[in-house]
């Protein structure tokens, strides 16, 4: 029998098929893949996490807000891209599946990325 997701806590550089719906505006939407960026400290203790959706359509130009992966990396099925502008906070309760884990040398570029897009540098 499987155990429930509670057991299964979300770590940083996994990826995820998680519930964004219901959203509001220019909010990303929909059930998709999404990156866990949160620190496992947080993770091993909070009941939401921060993370950075994953898009199919792939923009070269999103440089440097979009990362873009290989279909395969993290368990995707098409070559994508982690839309760093996106990024929220969900709840356990709408992350479903883990479907892989990025690389280290992936995980450097979404952290440099996200120290632009956050103003960090």
């Known amino acids: 029998m499987a155990k429930p997701l509670s057991f299964y806590r979300p770590r940083r550089n ?3 098929i998680v519930e964004l719906d ?9 059930t998709r893949y999404c990156l866990v960026i949160q620190s496992d400290v947080l993770n091993k203790r909070l009941p939401t996490f ?8 792939v923009r ?3 440089h440097p807000i979009g990362i873009v992966l290989k279909k395969g990396d993290g368990g ?3 070559e994508s891209q982690v839309m760093l502008n996106q990024i929220k906070a969900a709840d ?3 992350f479903k599946k883990k479907t892989g884990k990025l690389s280290e ?4 570029q979404v ?3 996200l120290s632009c897009v956050l103003g960090l540098e």
Not at 50 to 57: E, G, N, Q, R, V
Not at 105 to 108: R, Y
Request: proline share 6%; net charge positive.
């Open 92 to 94: 356990i309760t709408r």
């Open 60 to 62: 070269e130009k999103w």
């Open 14 to 16: 996994e990826v995820w």
């Open 105 to 108: 040398a992936t995980m450097k």
């Open 22 to 30: 219901p959203t509001r505006g220019h909010e990303i939407q929909k």
């Open 111 to 113: 952290n440099e990325s």
């Open 50 to 57: 921060i993370i950075a959706p994953i898009t199919s359509k």
């Open 76 to 78: 995707l099925t098409k």
